[in-house]
């Protein structure tokens, strides 16, 4: 059971709590502790470069896609063999759906896990007001508990001073590290975000720099000390959830069902819980790369292909015409497919890049997809079912995020649409969740945490299929 645990949070996007977040769980690791990390928020690139630090899975939480003990127990089933759980925050704080209220922020889930925040103060061309900006945070919400700040970005040692002696006032606020600005840590992005940990390669910063950074400017034995768990005060205990009782969809020994996965630079945007909830339906995960593969894996039922970004690969993904045509084939043979996003986009006929340059792809949906400037679309979305899908039946309801930076373009209009798409503010009108045969495509990425009747729901429809 995990001794210490926190909620790493920035006061704005940008602040530099991604690579606090890595540096901190890379000194930790270094030190021997089994850490494990998590994100707040419908992230999927933060989690990569966690696992990669921590060599253990990070995990998702979400304050509009799942509900609150949803999210305790996907904490508490993953820390239970941890000696610290890191939280990396999303945006600011106190940023959530709206002014009015916490949902959906990183203080609202830090409250339900009862956690202390670490707040992360970019400090540059700053000095006393850093310390005003601690105690705005602090007063705000009195009820929400603090570890400390860790003022990032920090010219040189004089630097630091000026900021030491501004906090002197507040010993409310207790100063955990001072970092130094570091560029050679810091991760380059692109249009969807930083860079995947699958195409870093030789880019990605190192471990070891990350974990002497942190040494060297972070009182690691005070921040543990701060954090460490000393029940709930009286509240019900994290622990005592039981996230062991089987699930009513849980799989019948000897019987997987294999569903291959496609699992590489093109294709790397999953929500872990989403593969979990699988293999406890019974579906056997069977990884495969439509950037390497020229077949698809023997003996499966049915073939996902997640988000990702299959418009830097579209030259090599086309070139592989065998694996196309075999998705092809599997598709109009009545295989169950569920692609997501980027999975979608490589299941049309055609990506269509910025220069006008077109690329064939599978060809399941007879539509273009084309490469836009500006996003597209970017929100929570909540998805009702309007038809029987290998999702599930009528009416289905799941939750979800959509981001991307392409459209479809000459769609035709009989191709028959599942859902009815609202955003987190109730306002519906889109039609979306494609089907053909029983593929279902949509750029909606669903987290199946909101509704965890749909794993078993599409293996079932796997089991069938042969």
Known sequence: MIKSAFVIAGIHSGCGKTTVSLGIMAALARRGLTVQPFKVGPDFIDPGHHTLITGRPSHNLDGWMMERERNRQIFNRYTFDADVAVVEGVMGLFDGFSGKDETGSTAHMAKWLDLPVVLVIDAASMARSAAAIALGFLHFDSSLPFAGVILNRVAGPGHAEILKEAFESLPEVPILGCLPRRENLKIPSRHLGLITVEDMGA????????????????????????????????????????????????????????????????????????????????????????????????????????????????????????????????????????????????????????????????????????????????????????????????????????????????????????????????????????????????????????????????????????
Not at 309 to 336: K, Q
Request: aromatic share 8%.
């Open 203 to 466: 880019d990605s910063p190192q471990a070891d720099e990350l974990a002497q950074w942190i040494e060297e400017g972070v009182d690691l034995d005070g921040l543990l000390e701060k954090t460490r768990r000393q029940g709930m005060k009286g509240k019900e205990s994290l622990h005592a959830i039981d996230v062991q009782s089987p699930s009513p969809h849980k799989k019948e020994e000897g019987r997987g069902v294999r569903i291959a996965v496609a699992r590489d630079e093109a294709f790397c945007f999953y929500y872990q819980e989403n593969l979990r909830l699988l293999q406890e339906a019974g579906a056997e995960i069977v990884p495969f790369s439509p950037l390497r593969d020229i077949s698809l894996p023997p003996e499966i039922k049915g073939l996902i292909l997640g988000g990702g970004y299959p418009e830097l690969h579209v030259e090599t993904l086309s070139r592989n015409c065998d694996l196309n045509r075999e998705i092809l084939r599997a598709a109009l043979d009545g295989m169950p497919m569920y692609a997501e996003c980027g999975g979608f986009m490589y299941l049309m006929e055609k990506i269509e890049d910025l220069h006008g340059a077109d690329q064939p792809m599978v060809g399941v949906f007879p539509f273009r997809c084309r490469m836009v400037e500006r996003l597209k679309a970017l929100g929570y979305r909540e998805v009702i079912t309007e038809k029987d899908s290998i999702l599930g039946p009528p009416g289905t309801t799941i939750r979800g995020h959509e981001f991307h930076y392409s459209t479809i373009s000459k769609a035709p209009t009989d191709v028959s649409t599942m859902y009815r798409v609202s955003n987190r503010r109730g306002r519906t009108g889109i039609r979306e969740g494609f089907q053909m045969n029983q593929v279902l495509g949509s750029y909606v990425h669903l987290h199946w945490g909101s509704n965890p009747a749909v794993a078993p729901n599409l293996v079932e429809y796997c089991r069938r299929y042969g």
